[in-house]
């Protein structure tokens, strides 16, 4: 979805950026890399992609200030105190922290309240790499059935991979052609705690997305929200909506 121009989605500013540690400049510096020889290459290749998730896998949300909201539980007493967090101030709710963009990629961290979604939505003509952060998250992905998705009418799809459970440190990706319109669907990330502690807002979860180019009206690259429907003649398919209109992502930056 888009990030820094949500054309669905309400953003709200506060705050400044961040400073960069080593790793982190790794992971900039390893998309900065494939973004250019993608823009030269026009092909997504496995080789152009590697080191990439390479930087992605030795990334940690700590490094830019980004801890579990223990807070956000009822028993906050028992756990990590998290006051130096990026989320110490703030209650459950939709954010997304930004870390780089250029005219080829963009990266950032989205974090997602317990029982709340990132709806359905498509990336055309790009690849995104994710990583959870914390907590989990449950995926369901879809691919075109002609291989080239309506944006405005919508169409058959076939199912890319049915609401696949991701915890932290799993990693997930799509490509242009490939699982590349799908929802994160955040879950309770301990239900032993949940069932002691009998509170419905947990951890929730964080999801670092890497994106390759990012969304562009202009190049074609629209952001659009989708439902399932089953047609008589045509099976599942996906319809273009409108987001929700409580979706609502608060920027951390």
Request: charged share 20%.
């Amino acid at each position: 979805m888009p990030i820094g121009n949500m054309s669905a989605a309400k953003i709200h500013h506060s705050g400044g950026p961040a400073d960069t540690t080593n790793s982190l400049k790794h992971l900039v510096n390893a998309t900065h890399v494939a973004s250019v020889m993608l823009a030269q290459t026009k092909q997504i290749t496995p080789e152009i992609l590697a080191p990439v998730f390479d930087a992605i896998k030795k990334f940690d949300c700590g490094e830019v200030g980004l801890m579990e909201p223990w807070h956000w539980t009822a028993r906050k007493g028992e756990f990590l105190n998290s006051s130096n967090s990026l989320l110490s101030s703030k209650p459950p709710g939709l954010y997304y922290f930004h870390i780089a963009e250029t005219s080829n990629f963009s990266i950032g961290i989205f974090i997602i309240p317990p029982g709340a979604q990132l709806p359905t939505h498509d990336h055309p003509k790009m690849s995104v790499i994710s990583k959870v952060l914390f907590g989990s998250t449950k995926v369901k992905a879809y691919n075109w059935k002609n291989g080239v998705g309506d944006q405005v009418r919508g169409g058959p799809v076939s199912i890319h991979h049915d609401e696949i459970l991701l915890n932290k440190g799993d990693i997930e990706y799509l490509l242009p052609d490939s699982g590349n319109i799908h929802r994160f669907s955040c879950i309770v990330n301990d239900e032993k705690v949940a069932q002691e502690s009998n509170c419905e807002n947990m951890l929730g979860c964080a999801v670092l997305d890497v994106i390759l180019p990012p969304y562009n009206d202009n190049e074609g690259r629209h952001c659009v929200y989708y439902k399932e429907i089953v047609d008589a003649n045509l099976g599942l398919c996906l319809k273009p909506v409108e987001p929700p209109e409580d979706f609502f992502v608060e920027n951390l930056n």
